[in-house]
């Protein structure tokens, strides 16, 4: 089969039977032999009809009698992929889009239904058309919506988000800024490597980089940091990967190993380790000196923990598998921990097409009991006046500041530690002394970190 909107339609009935749209899309790009330009198509159908689901379903109830969920399942699919086209890929001709689509339906059952395909799409193209001549447009974005006035449904529908993040954000962000946080979301993710100091520098990467033909950028206040700019094929295949010159690592995960601030020698215990992003950049910055014990109670990610530590030739990494609420034997004995939680990762919904309509407001919930419960446990693995790192990469404050701050009132013998007046990092701060990374604002996954030191022994 070469058909990529075929492909994608397969993908697509597994997503929707449940699979994670990034498993959905491997396995069938696995089964064909495509050339490079179909199969980033495919990719691109898949995961951007997958986000914006809410926004092209909402043009299906507004064109067609039966609305969305009322339509055959394959039938829906196939309309959204059509409309995703018209809508989000200039690069495809109108025609195209329309054409395939009306083709899609015939050879997977619809052929009875290809009027009803093809006059939907013109139509949705007919209103496009109106609106550009209407100085007093009804709609009010560059797609042809009729929106409510509520503002979590107009963003809701406008943006595809469910109504519960948008609310979430609005809270804490007012209209304006919700409004730039979706559309960040929404758009394709950057990729960032650390560099392993132990192993090369910035410049030879940098150097490396750009003669193999790509586009990288520093990131001011990050020293480990670069960007890379455009498309750059399988990230194994470049220069200085076999060889443990670099890691991925998104620059927003990179500030909490610099908030950690570990020092050779010393006692590190990461309590949330796999697959060991964070744990292998603290084995960086103490030089691989000292001992860092990576907890974590996923077996198989634990495993990628451990290649990536033999990829960058690290030592001072020693495996712990299990549950962190349950190892008394590190009471009192880390001079510092991290505790970069498992979260509801409503900071990178960028990077996962599907997690936006995965997550829900009783899964935050149940994060938020584990992680008040890690922090009670794993707080008791720091010596007198070490340090404890909360991180998640979420935007929920019931996982971050509700977190930090009833941990906090049961533990007077905590404290936040804020960041000096002259630290690099002050971008970030709040006056509450966390940190808080807004993606709109600092272009980079959003995070929540808090630096805490216990003053003193008992309690
Ligand atoms: C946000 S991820 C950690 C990412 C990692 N720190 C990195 O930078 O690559 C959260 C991790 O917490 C682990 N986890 C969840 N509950 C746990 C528990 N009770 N004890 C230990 N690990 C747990 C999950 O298996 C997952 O690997």
């Known amino acids: 089969m070469t058909n990529p909107r075929q492909i994608a339609l397969i993908a697509l009935r597994e997503v929707h039977k449940g699979a994670y749209a990034d498993v959905a899309l491997d396995r069938v790009l696995q089964k064909v032999n495509l050339p490079d330009s179909d199969r980033r198509l495919v990719t691109e159908l ?23 969920h009322q339509q055959p399942k394959d039938l829906r699919t196939i309309l959204n992929l059509g409309l995703y086209q018209l809508c989000y890929q200039e690069r495809i001709p109108v025609s195209a889009a329309v054409n395939t689509t009306v083709e899609l339906a015939r050879e997977n059952g619809f052929s009875g239904l290809t009027g009803f395909v093809n006059g939907l799409l013109r139509q949705y193209l007919r209103l496009v058309e109106q609106d550009k001549g209407n100085v007093s447009s009804i709609f009010n974005s560059h797609l042809p919506l009729q929106l409510p006035e509520n503002p979590v449904q107009r963003l809701g529908i406008l943006h595809s988000f469910p109504d519960w993040i948008i609310q979430v954000w609005l809270e804490q962000l007012g209209f304006a800024e919700t409004e730039k946080l979706c559309e960040w979301m929404n758009q394709t993710p950057t990729i960032d490597l650390r560099i392993n100091p132990l192993r090369t520098n910035l410049e030879a990467v940098e150097a490396a980089l750009q003669s193999a033909g790509i586009l990288v950028r520093r990131i001011p206040n990050l020293p480990q940091a670069l960007r890379l700019i455009g498309s750059t094929g399988p990230i194994q295949n470049l220069p200085g990967f076999s060889e443990g010159w670099w890691s ?196 980079m996954d959003g995070f929540f970190i808090v630096r805490l030191r216990k003053t003193n022994v008992s309690g």
Not at 52 to 68: G, H
């Open 248 to 443: 991925v690592q998104d620059s927003s995960a990179q500030l909490v190993g610099h908030l950690l601030d570990p020092q050779p020698g010393e006692l590190i215990i990461d309590v949330c380790a796999a697959p060991g992003g964070k744990t292998t950049h603290i084995a960086e910055l103490i030089k691989d000196e000292g001992k860092i014990r990576a907890c974590d109670r996923t077996a198989s990610r634990l495993r990628k923990l451990q290649e990536n530590a033999r990829r960058l030739n690290l030592q001072s990494i020693e495996i712990c598998t299990g549950d962190s609420r349950n190892l008394p034997q590190f009471y009192n004995t880390a001079d510092r921990v991290l505790l970069d939680a498992p979260c509801s990762g409503l900071g990178t919904l960028h990077r996962h097409a599907d997690a936006r309509w995965r997550q829900t407001p009783e899964s935050v919930q149940e994060l938020s009991v584990l992680q008040k419960e890690l922090i009670a446990h794993t707080s008791r693995f720091v010596k007198a006046n070490g340090i404890l790192v909360y991180a998640t990469c979420t935007l929920h404050p019931a996982e971050n500041e509700g977190v930090i701050t009833a941990f906090l009132a049961e533990n007077p013998n905590w404290q936040i530690e804020p960041l000096q007046a002259d630290s690099p990092y002050s971008a970030y701060s709040t006056p509450q002394g966390w940190l808080k990374v807004w993606p709109h604002h600092h272009n």
């Open 46 to 68: 898949v995961y951007g009809s997958v986000r914006r689901q809410r926004t092209l379903d909402a043009l299906i109830d507004q064109l067609a009698k039966k609305k969305s």
